[in-house]
C-alpha cells in the first residue's frame, strides 16, 4: 500500500449528467479506518491564454450560474469523448474568440479541485493568433464577449476580483513571471 493511499471498497455512482458524474467511495484509511468520499468526476478540460499581435490577452465574460455572477476568464472548455486536449484547445478557442492558431504551446497541467473532483487541465499559450472569417458556432446555451485586456489591466481585474478564477489567475501569473 501506498504511503496515504486509500484503497476503494465500494463505489455508489450518484448522478451522471452531461458535464459531470457524482459518485460516494466507501474507502480504507491508511490507519484501518473506514470513511467514505464524495467524488466529482470530470473528463478532463483545456484553457488557452490567446495573446494578440499588440501583446493582450483575449478574455471572454460569462456568466457562472454556481456563483450568481459574471467573470472574465481565459477561453476554456470540457474535453469531447476521446478527444486530444491539444485538438480541444483549438477548437475552444475558435469558438469562444473567433481566432484560431497553428502554433499552441504547452504551459502545463493542473487538478481544479483535488480535494473533491479529478478535473484535469491542460493550460496553453499562443502568441500567433489568426482572425478566422467565419468563427465556428460555439455551445447553444453558452453566451460570451470578448475581452481584450493588457497584462496590466488583466492585473487590475485580478484585484477587483473581475478574474476570479484559479485557470486564469494561473494564467496572469504565468504571463506576469515567465512569459518571455
Do not use: C
Amino acid at each position: 500500500m501506498k504511503k496515504f493511499e486509500e484503497k476503494t471498497i465500494h463505489t455508489e455512482k450518484i448522478f451522471e449528467g452531461k458535464i459531470i458524474d457524482l459518485q460516494v467511495d466507501d474507502v480504507l484509511l491508511p490507519n484501518g479506518e473506514k470513511s467514505k468520499r464524495e467524488i466529482v468526476k470530470h473528463p478532463g478540460a483545456v484553457a488557452v491564454i490567446p495573446i494578440t499581435e499588440d501583446g493582450k490577452i483575449v478574455l471572454v465574460e460569462q456568466y457562472r450560474k454556481p456563483l450568481e455572477k459574471t467573470l472574465v476568464e481565459i477561453p476554456a472548455g470540457k474535453l469531447n469523448n476521446n478527444e486530444q486536449p491539444l485538438a480541444a484547445a483549438i477548437r475552444e478557442l475558435e469558438e469562444e474568440t473567433g481566432y484560431t492558431t497553428k502554433e499552441l504551446s504547452f504551459v502545463t497541467s493542473f487538478y481544479t479541485s483535488p480535494g473533491f473532483a479529478d478535473e484535469l487541465v491542460y493550460l496553453y499559450v499562443t502568441d500567433t493568433l489568426e482572425k478566422l472569417d467565419t468563427p465556428p458556432a460555439g455551445d447553444d446555451d453558452e453566451f460570451i464577449e470578448i475581452i481584450e485586456l493588457t497584462l496590466d489591466e488583466a492585473k487590475q481585474y485580478v484585484e477587483e476580483e473581475k478574474i476570479h478564477d484559479a485557470k486564469t489567475n494561473y494564467a496572469i501569473l504565468y504571463l506576469h513571471s515567465l512569459w518571455r
